[in-house]
Each structure stands twice: as C-alpha cells, then as structure tokens.
T-cell receptor, first 111, second 116 residues
Framework: ELKVEQNPLFLSMQEGKNYTIYCNYS?????LYWYRQDPGKSLESLFV???NGAVKQEGRLMASLDTKARLSTLHITAAVHDLSATYFC???????????WGAGTKLIIKP | DGGITQSPKYLFRKEGQNVTLSCEQN?????MYWYRQDPGQGLRLIYY???????QKGDIAEGYSVSREKKESFPLTVTSAQKNPTAFYLC???????????????FGAGSRLTVL
C-alpha cells in the first residue's frame, strides 16, 4: 500500500527566509504532484514531476524529485506573505490511475 | 471560461437525511473524482468515474453513492449510512488517459457539509 508522508505538517516562518518541505512515499512511483490550497478554497496545481531528477521552478518555489530515495522536496526561497497556504504532494499509484495524497503542510509566513 | 462548478458551497444536514452535492464541468474531461478532506488530513478518494455510466469505489466509498449519466455531471449523494459526514468535499476532473504533465486534476471550489 502506497503511503505518502509530508513534513513538517506545520511551518511558521519569517519573510525573507528559506525553507524546505519534504514529501516521502513508500513504494515505487515516478510521478509526483504538488498542489497549493488557500484556506477554504480549492486546490491549484503547482508542479508535475515525471522522472527521477526532475526539477521545476516557479518564482520562489522549486520542486525536485528523487525516485530512488522516494523523496520530493518543495523549496521556498526568500519567502513572502503571499506564499502562505497549505501545500500538498500527491503520488501516482501504479494501478487504477489514482493519486495518494500527503496530509499537507500548512505554511504561515509572517511579515 | 472552462471549469468545475460545485454546489452548494455550504450545506447543513440533519442526522438521518440524505444530501446530494452537485459537480458540473465544462472542460470536456472524461474522468471525474470525488474527494473528502478533513482537517489536517490529505484528500481521500470517495468515488471516481473514467467514462459515462461507469464509476468505481475509492478508499472511503461506504455511505456515499454517485451517478454518471452525463459526461459533464458527477453528483455525490451522502447517505444517512455515512456516520461522520461533516467534511469538505472536492470534485475534480481530468482528460482521458494516464496522468502526465498535461493530464492533471482540476478541482472545483468545494462544498462544505455540516451535520447538525
């Protein structure tokens, strides 16, 4: 059974700092997705990582995938308040075309 | 603009009542999904449908039912058999075929159900 673990689950940080969110998964998969959710809102797709070593960047966010370590990271550079949200990773299972979701990391960035 | 419309946004239900959440998409997507979200947890799959008139149970289907009579519509009924239905419900869709860089889930705005 595929399990996805994110850490930390909660992160409070100051503007201008750097930090990394980790997403570990338990079985083989080569497709990983990062989504963002604002409070009470829907989920917005951020990154799709499709192969080992994949790296995607958008603004102050950069995501990477290491399929051998079964690990993805979401790195935040020089955080700004607008990045405050909950970030989810999701991993594709080999069968049934389903995604298994992490519990989410609630990120609060203080001015 | 194309997208997914969920209604109602907020719904209150008395114990023992069935309620139906609407999900309509105009993205011409073949696959549609219902997820449940509880505080501090990831999304859990309730039901999904890859084609009209066909659907499959997800991980937590007990106490829920769905139908897929039209490509655009995938309503979810929360029945009285669902013991703890208070949650945020998200509908999603995507094109046919395997997940890929372009083939990702698009989500609706969600429906928050509260049982009184």
């Amino acid at each position: 059974e595929l399990k996805v673990e994110q850490n930390p689950l909660f992160l409070s940080m100051q503007e201008g700092k750097n930090y990394t969110i980790y997403c570990n998964y338990s079985t083989t998969s080569d497709r990983l997705y990062w989504y963002r959710q604002d409070p009470g809102k829907s989920l917005e797709s951020l990154f799709v990582l499709l192969s080992n070593g994949a790296v995607k960047q958008e603004g102050r966010l950069m995501a990477s995938l290491d399929t051998k370590a079964r690990l993805s990271t979401l790195h935040i550079t020089a955080a700004v308040h607008d990045l405050s949200a909950t970030y989810f990773c999701a991993v594709l299972t080999d069968s049934n075309y389903q995604l298994i979701w992490g519990a989410g990391t609630k990120l609060i960035i203080k001015p | 603009d194309g997208g997914i419309t969920q209604s109602p946004k907020y719904l209150f239900r008395k114990e023992g009542q069935n309620v139906t959440l609407s999900c309509e998409q105009n993205l011409n997507h073949d696959a549609m999904y219902w997820y449940r979200q509880d505080p501090g947890q990831g999304l859990r799959l309730i039901y999904y449908s890859q084609i009209v008139n066909d659907f499959q149970k997800g991980d937590i289907a007990e106490g829920y039912s769905v139908s897929r009579e039209k490509k655009e519509s995938f309503p979810l009924t929360v029945t009285s058999a669902q013991k703890n239905p208070t949650a945020f419900y998200l509908c999603a869709s995507r094109p046919q075929g395997a997940f890929s860089g372009a083939n990702v889930l698009t989500f609706g705005a969600g429906s928050r159900l509260t049982v009184l």
